[in-house]
Every structure is written in structure tokens, then in C-alpha cells.
């Protein structure tokens, strides 16, 4: 059985190398590239729901990007604090600011997707730039960086959309380090030509991808995946690519309790079991791996089986992963998140693991 359960233990890190070095290496080994502003026609996209303090905050950042032709359509999702109010403010203040006011509507109450899509069909840009409403661009660049990288093939570009740091917080780091791995590993299965998902915190694509599949038609009912059920839907190795440089990320406010945190994760996770087949095939296996090999070597080192092996190769898959992660967590400016790995991946590995138990015995509660 100790043989059977080692030459297990050498697969699963056989498979951690193709994943931290061969796919995600694709990323995080790249050099980010500056392409030249377009000066295309934006609308960025805001959709709120009881967001009153943080649109106040935000809002007036995005009014004051650097770029020539781009208009903001805030939508209020039926708000029952002042956001609407605010809005309206702007709307005032700024002559590119579009209102878009979302009523209950008994069929779709609820569904931020219905929000969104009222959004969309009132801008009246060709290209559409997402955030949310608890989201800030890291400079007045965003929009030019973003939009830079569109061409007349390339009509969906995935961006970063980051945690802010909260010093002296271990959960920060945790979730942070989740943030990176999360974009190291669409990130790089978009540069290998096969994308299946972004986060609309930073995500942009023309507006015709949207219409093509009449929009979030086919997954209406379920009430996430406005960002990665969509973009697993339309995105190709044609039509899609990333953004990277520093002046094109986001930043939101993270969750600052654990059960806050894990209830998101819950809803994110939950729609990764609509991908298409092979993304979940993929997505399940990497972290399969990653827990079996926490789990494995604890049984091989029990009975001291070939434990100069095992020491080895646990030693060895550490260095190509800090490698990895290291350099990837540098693009995105996140190299602090590497300073307690492998704590935190230990700890994010079982929290993953309790999500799907947790999951598979209840729905998670969606939009607000």
C-alpha cells in the first residue's frame, strides 16, 4: 500500500510542476507589454445596489480619468440607502455621466445581471469597461491602459482587480494570496489561448461580444457569473487577451472577518460548476493536487517510508512554486503575499476544501 500511496505522491507533484511551471509559468515568467492608447469610445460600466458611502468615495476617481472619449453609466439597482440620491449628483456635476435607474422587477428582483444588462443596452459606447461599485482604479491611466490593448481581433481584455492592504491582518493576506492565484492561473490559461473567466472588478470587451449570445441569456437565472460565466461563455484564443501594467489595476475593499470572506467564496465558487467541461476538469484537478499533496506525504512521513525522497520532493515543489508565485505576485505588485507561503496556501487549500463540502449541502446567498 506505502508503494502505491509514493508513486501517488510522485504523480501529484509530477502534476503541480506542469501547473506552477508550464502553465502558470506563462504568465508569470512574461514581461508586460505598453501598448499605445487607442482613444476609443468608452462607456465604463458601474452597477450598484446599496453602495451609498462607496460610490461616494469612488465615482468622482472615475470621472476624472485621463482619456478624451468615454462616458460612465452609474446604474442603480433598486437601492433602498441613498446611492440613487448620489447618483443623481453626478449626473448634475458630470456631463458624461449616464443614470440608469433599475425598478424591482418580480421576475428578476434580485438579479444583478438584469441591472447590468439594462446598462449596457443605455451606453452608448461601442466598448464597455467594467467595474464595481466598491472598486477604485489605481490611477487616472485605467481607462487608457485597459482600452490600449484592444484590436480588431482582441475584443475582450482581462484586467487585475486587487484587495487593498490591511496591515497586521493574517485573513488580508489570505486573501490577497487568493487574488493573486486566482488571476496567475486565468491570466495564464488566457495567454496558453484558453480563457474561461475574468472578474468584473476589471474586465472589459466590445459591445458586440455581449449581443452575440444575447447576453446573459443562457445563465439569467443563476445570480453570479455576470463576469466569469459570461466570459466563459464568449471568450477565445482569438478574441481575448490581458492587462497587466500597474496603472490598469482596481482596488476594492476586502472583507475583514472570516465568515464575510468565506461566504463570498462560497458564491464564486459555486459558479465554476457551470464552466465549460475542460475548465472544470482543469480547475478540479489543480486543486485536487494541491491537497493531496499535503495529505499524502503526511502518511508516507508517518511510517518513515522512503522519507529522504519525500522530504526531497515536497522541498523541491516548494522552490518552483515560490519561484512562480514570486515573480507572478511581482507583476501585480503583491509580492508581500508571498512573505507567509506556504502558510497561506495551507490554510486557503482546506478553506477550499470546507467551501465544498459546505456548497454541496447549501446554496450560497447571492446579490444583495
Request: hydrophobic share 45%; net charge positive; charged share 20%.
Amino acid at each position: 500500500m506505502l508503494p502505491l500511496i509514493f508513486c501517488l505522491f510522485i504523480l501529484v507533484a509530477t502534476l503541480q510542476l506542469i501547473y506552477y511551471v508550464i502553465v502558470f509559468g506563462k504568465f508569470a515568467f512574461v514581461k508586460a507589454k505598453k501598448n499605445n492608447p487607442k482613444k476609443i469610445p468608452v462607456s465604463v460600466i458601474v452597477c450598484a445596489k446599496n453602495e451609498a458611502e462607496n460610490v461616494a468615495k469612488f465615482i468622482p476617481l472615475l470621472a476624472e480619468q485621463n482619456y478624451p472619449d468615454y462616458e460612465i453609466v452609474l446604474i442603480d439597482d433598486a437601492s433602498s440607502d441613498e446611492t440613487l440620491d448620489i447618483f443623481e449628483d453626478f449626473e448634475k456635476q458630470y456631463t458624461n455621466v449616464r443614470l440608469v435607474k433599475v425598478a424591482n422587477n418580480e421576475a428578476f428582483w434580485g438579479n444583478k445581471k438584469f441591472a447590468l444588462t439594462l446598462g449596457i443596452k443605455a451606453s452608448r459606447k461601442e466598448y464597455l469597461l467594467f467595474t464595481d461599485a466598491d472598486c477604485y482604479p489605481t490611477s487616472k491611466n485605467w481607462i487608457a491602459d485597459m482600452t490600449s490593448n484592444f484590436t480588431m481581433q482582441k475584443t475582450i481584455v482581462l484586467g487585475y482587480g486587487a484587495y487593498e492592504k490591511i496591515p497586521n491582518s493574517f485573513l488580508n493576506k489570505i486573501i490577497r494570496f487568493e487574488t493573486v492565484l486566482t488571476a496567475v492561473q486565468y491570466f495564464s490559461w488566457a495567454k496558453i489561448g484558453m480563457p474561461y473567466m475574468g472578474v468584473g472588478r476589471n474586465l472589459a470587451y466590445k459591445k458586440d461580444e455581449f449581443f452575440k449570445v444575447d447576453g446573459y441569456r443562457d445563465h439569467l437565472k443563476i445570480r453570479s457569473g455576470d463576469d466569469d460565466l459570461f466570459i466563459n461563455q464568449v471568450a477565445t484564443k482569438k478574441n481575448t487577451t490581458i492587462c497587466f501594467t500597474p496603472d490598469s489595476f482596481t482596488y476594492s475593499k476586502p472583507k475583514t472577518t472570516f465568515s464575510a470572506w468565506f461566504n463570498q467564496k462560497r458564491r464564486h465558487v459555486s459558479t465554476a460548476a457551470l464552466y465549460k467541461p475542460f475548465d472544470r476538469a482543469q480547475l478540479g484537478l489543480f486543486y485536487a493536487s494541491q491537497l493531496l499533496f499535503f495529505l499524502l506525504p503526511i502518511v508516507l512521513l508517518a511510517f518513515q517510508f522512503q522519507w529522504i525522497a519525500v522530504v526531497a520532493i515536497i522541498g523541491f515543489r516548494y522552490m518552483f512554486t515560490w519561484l512562480t508565485l514570486g515573480f507572478a505576485a511581482g507583476k501585480l505588485k503583491e509580492k508581500d503575499t508571498m512573505y507567509w507561503f506556504p502558510i497561506v496556501e495551507i490554510v486557503l487549500i482546506f478553506t477550499q476544501l470546507n467551501i465544498f463540502i459546505t456548497n454541496s449541502f447549501s446554496k450560497p446567498v447571492h446579490w444583495k
